[in-house]
């Protein structure tokens, strides 16, 4: 059975580069053995590459046709203080997921427009604007779940029904 891995972490980050480089690639990539990417991929041991290893993996995962740097992201995550402020609140979490639905709705719509034969350079930008702007909710949202599962934040249980 496969190792659950949380999201945003070294394991996971780890993981997503070997599915995609394979075990042998990786390893070839970061120099080192085999089972030092299977002990940087497991969740359970404390293990993580060094930054050049790191900068090295995520370099062959954009090579390999990654669409994004995921040690880079985890090595952010870590150091960003606006990421670790944010407020373990379901409730701004609802409000964060309308702002998900609502950007990826203008960065859908901007996109079909700009996907036409006749779309202007105006339009290809407005696109781009938006599927940043998309990028962007996503990444909130994904520090703001992750400050929630950090902190152990939940609504507090209610009692339904009648008695």
């Known amino acids: 059975m496969t190792k659950l891995r949380i999201p945003g972490t070294w394991s996971a980050a780890v993981l997503q580069i070997s599915d995609r480089l394979g075990v042998r690639r990786a390893a070839h990539a970061a120099g080192v053995g085999d089972r030092t990417i299977y002990k940087w991929s497991d969740p359970d041991t404390a293990t993580t590459p060094t930054l050049a290893q790191a900068a090295a993996l995520d370099c062959a995962y954009v090579a390999a046709g990654g669409a994004s740097m995921p040690l880079l992201e985890c090595y952010a995550r870590m150091v960003d203080p606006a990421a670790v402020e944010l407020a373990a ?25 700009a996907s036409q034969p006749d779309a202007s350079r105006a339009a290809m930008l407005r696109a781009l604007q938006e599927t940043h702007e998309a990028a962007q909710a996503v990444g909130s949202l994904s520090r703001r779940l992750s400050s929630i599962f950090r902190r152990g934040a939940a609504p507090e249980p209610t009692m339904r029904g009648t008695l």
Not at 89 to 109: D, F, H, N, Y
């Open 89 to 113: 609140c379901p409730q701004a979490l609802v409000i964060e997921i309308a702002g998900v639905a609502k950007e990826a709705g203008e960065a859908v719509s901007f996109s079909l427009a």
